[in-house]
C-alpha cells in the first residue's frame, strides 16, 4: 500500500499540474479570440465611419464633376453668375465642425470661389488609424476568416489605393489649373481678379485641361462606389459573425 501510494501521488500531481497548465492555455486562447473579437468590432466602427465619410465625399465628387461638365458644355458663353447658381445647387465647398458635421458653404466672390470651382479637388482622407494598427501588430493576420480578411485587405489596398490614386491625378490637374490662371493673370499690370481673368482668357489650353479633369473625376467615382461596396460587404459579414463589443 505504501508503494502504491508512493506510486500514486507523483501521477497526481503530475496530472494536477497538466491540468493547470490546460486551463491556463485555454483561458489564454479564449482571452486572444475575445481581444481580436474586440480589435475586429472596433475595425467594423472605423470602416462605418467611413462609409459616411464615402458616401458624402461621393456626393462632393458627383457636384465636382457636374460643375466641371457645366462649364466645358457651356465654355465660351458661361457667366460667373451661372458658376455660383451651378455651385449653389450643386455644393462641394464645404467646411467640417470638431464633431465631423459637414456644412455646405455658398458665399461666393469674384476672386477665389470662381478659381475654386475651376481647380477644385476635393481632398480624400478616410480614417485608417485602427487598420493600420492592427496591421503593424499582425493582429489582421490572426483572423481565420478568410472572406473576411479578404475583404478587408482589398479595402486598404486595391480600393483605397486606386482612389488615391486617381485623387492625384485631380490634383495634379487642379495645380495645373491654377498655374493657368496665375500665369494668365500676371498679364496684367493692374489688379485683376481670378473671375475677370476666367472671363477674359479662357482658351483652349484651359478646356482641355477641364477635359482631362472630368475623365479623371468620372473614374474617381466609379472606383469610390466600388470601395464603397467593400466597405459595405466587411461590416455585414462581421454583424453576421462576431459578438459586439459590451
Known amino acids: 500500500e505504501t508503494m502504491r501510494k508512493l506510486i500514486a501521488e507523483p501521477i497526481f500531481i503530475f496530472l494536477s499540474v497538466l491540468a493547470s497548465l490546460w486551463v491556463d492555455g485555454y483561458t489564454d486562447e479564449i482571452k486572444e479570440k475575445d481581444e481580436l473579437n474586440d480589435s475586429i468590432i472596433t475595425l467594423s466602427n472605423e470602416i462605418s465611419k467611413n462609409i459616411e465619410y464615402t458616401k458624402e465625399h461621393i456626393y462632393q465628387v458627383k457636384n465636382l464633376k457636374y460643375m466641371t461638365e457645366v462649364i466645358y458644355d457651356n465654355y465660351s458663353k458661361i457667366t460667373l453668375n451661372k458658376l455660383k447658381t451651378t455651385h449653389d445647387n450643386n455644393p462641394f465647398f464645404h467646411n467640417i465642425d470638431i464633431n465631423g458635421n459637414v456644412s455646405y458653404d455658398k458665399q461666393y466672390d469674384d476672386d477665389g470661389s470662381i478659381l475654386w470651382m475651376l481647380r477644385g479637388f476635393l481632398a480624400w482622407e478616410p480614417a485608417d488609424i485602427f487598420f493600420k494598427s492592427m496591421l503593424n501588430s499582425g493582429r489582421l493576420l490572426e483572423i481565420e ?3 473576411l480578411r479578404t475583404e478587408i485587405e482589398s479595402i486598404y489596398t486595391k480600393h483605397e489605393e486606386r482612389v488615391n490614386g486617381l485623387t492625384n491625378f485631380t490634383k495634379i490637374n487642379s495645380d495645373k ?3 493657368w490662371f496665375e500665369k494668365k493673370r500676371n ?15 479662357r482658351d483652349q489650353e484651359l478646356k482641355n485641361l477641364l477635359k482631362d479633369k472630368k475623365a479623371t473625376l468620372g473614374g474617381r467615382l466609379v472606383n469610390l462606389e466600388f470601395y464603397l461596396q467593400s466597405l459595405q460587404n466587411v461590416v455585414s459579414i462581421i454583424s453576421n459573425d462576431y459578438k459586439t463589443v459590451n
Open 187 to 201: 498679364k496684367y499690370n493692374s489688379d485683376i481678379n481670378f473671375g475677370d481673368v476666367f472671363l477674359k482668357e
Open 177 to 179: 489649373i491654377g498655374n
Open 145 to 147: 476568416n478568410d472572406k
